[in-house]
């Protein structure tokens, strides 16, 4: 039985908005009411499911829909179901409302990223529900606590239910929405990200009286190193694959510009200071996190050993987590595919192969041996500021851009299981 289009879109939309209202905030997540609202939709169409929590409320639901070959890779459509704190004096609009205003979805999550989440039930539903049947398995995985490291998400599922998730293809987020650059427009596909490491720097000094000021603290001391990390960049690295997006942009690898200048070297961020215990009292000790990313090729040891070289051998570091970065080959059927429906849909565009300075858990996915590639696609007028709106205030998606995508990626989901879109779509 093939379902209309419109009603799909209307699926969608709907389940967006619901995801939204859900605060699955991390810390402290609770992504168990996401996955429970997931595993009833789901459930609704005959679809089964299952759920593991890596920690209590910290869901992750997982549901495969058999293909015709089970030999063949399984391709993993991945989204996570927590979202990062808000601001709400930063806000125009309630975070959790999800309504819809001036023609977005506004609210926490609406890019990042139950918007693809959404999409992914809906493909998942609507094959079941037209009887379509895949050349390979499809796994659906909406995972807990990717805005804060893993753990009890990909990772976790990874380490300990590695059956459930493995795949030989992963769709996940961070690709596929509208770049522009002058009068031309971009659909960058993510096939490489960072890796993370995560640093407390500590110094120490005598303390003291506040009555009694020195020159000699450990306030002095670590703002001093604070400023030598924040102005020292670290050594230039281009990779093949950044020389290539940055050549197909046309960008110069000299002054590549904000956006894309953390994709030419590790970096380093200050993030969480502390300091002192009574305001009359000089503190002994001062610490400072940093959140440190690293190119493909590069590791702990190596990040570790440069930032050394920036701060001399006074502070002491501390290790506090680590994830390596992941780089996938665009040479694949997968990737070509993309890049032709995406570029078939905006006429004149160019979808490009690129790396993200964050990351994803395709970075866990990738252990399994899949090929993992970023592509939630999403249509963006000139005006609308995805980069801000990423885990930044009045996040919001526009409904007829996440329409576009949702229609961009059934193509690409649909014809790559071998199956045609008029099969399962009126």
């Known amino acids: 039985m093939r379902i209309s289009w419109q009603a799909i879109q209307q699926e969608a939309l709907d389940c967006l908005r619901a995801l939204v209202r859900l605060d699955t905030t991390n810390p402290p997540g609770n992504e168990r009411i996401a996955a429970d609202y997931l595993a009833d939709a789901l459930g609704a169409h005959g679809l089964s499911s299952v759920i593991r ?9 997982v549901a495969r829909y058999p293909g015709t070959d089970s030999s ?13 704190p ?21 609210g926490r999550g609406a890019l990042d990223m139950k918007s693809k ?30 805005e804060a490291g893993s753990d009890f998400g990909a990772k976790f599922l990874v380490e300990q239910h590695p059956e459930l998730v493995r795949a030989a293809y992963v769709l996940n987020e961070l690709g596929g929405f509208t770049v522009h650059l002058g009068n031309r427009r971009f659909y960058p596909i993510q096939v490489a990200e960072k890796g993370f490491v995560t640093v407390k720097m500590k110094v120490t000094a005598m303390p003291g ?14 703002s001093e190193l604070i400023t030598r990390i924040v102005k020292t960049p670290m050594r230039t690295n281009v990779s093949p694959l950044m020389r290539r997006t940055l050549e197909e942009l046309g960008v110069p690898i000299e002054s590549p510009g904000p956006l894309f200048a953390p994709m030419l ?16 009292v000089i503190p002994g000790e001062a610490t400072i996190v940093l959140d440190g990313r690293t190119l493909p090729g590069e590791d702990p040891e190596s990040f570790m050993a440069e930032l050394r070289q920036i701060v001399g051998p006074e502070p002491t570091f501390e290790l506090l987590k680590t994830a390596p970065p992941a780089e996938t080959s665009p040479d694949t059927p997968l990737f070509e595919l993309i890049k032709q ?15 993200i300075p964050g990351a994803t858990d395709n970075k866990f996915y990738s252990k399994l041996g899949a090929a993992c590639y970023g592509f939630s696609p999403v249509k963006l007028d000139a005006h609308i ?37 008029d099969e399962v779509f009126a």
């Open 53 to 61: 929590e890596g920690a209590p409320t910290r869901a992750n639901l």
């Open 72 to 84: 063949a890779g399984a391709l993993l459509l991945a989204s996570h179901t927590d979202v990062v």
């Open 86 to 106: 808000v601001e709400r004096s930063g806000w125009t609009r309630e975070p959790f409302s999800g309504e819809i205003v001036q023609g977005c979805v506004w």
């Open 117 to 146: 989440c959404a999409m992914d039930l809906v493909m998942m539903t609507a094959m079941k529900r037209a009887g379509a049947k895949p050349n390979r398995d499809v796994i659906l995985a909406a995972v807990s606590d990717e």
């Open 209 to 222: 009286h506040g009555s009694i000021p020195r020159s000699d603290t450990a306030i002095s001391r670590i």
């Open 265 to 280: 070297a590790n970096t380093v961020s200050p993030t969480i200071l502390r300091a002192g215990y009574k305001d009359n």
């Open 341 to 355: 429906t995406v570029e078939a849909a905006d006429p004149g565009a160019r979808a490009i192969a690129w790396m």
């Open 385 to 421: 500021p995805f980069g801000s709106l990423y885990h930044g205030n009045d996040e919001r998606i526009p409904v007829e851009g996440f329409y576009w995508g949702l229609k961009v990626y059934a193509e690409v989901v649909l014809k790559f299981l071998g199956i045609k879109f």
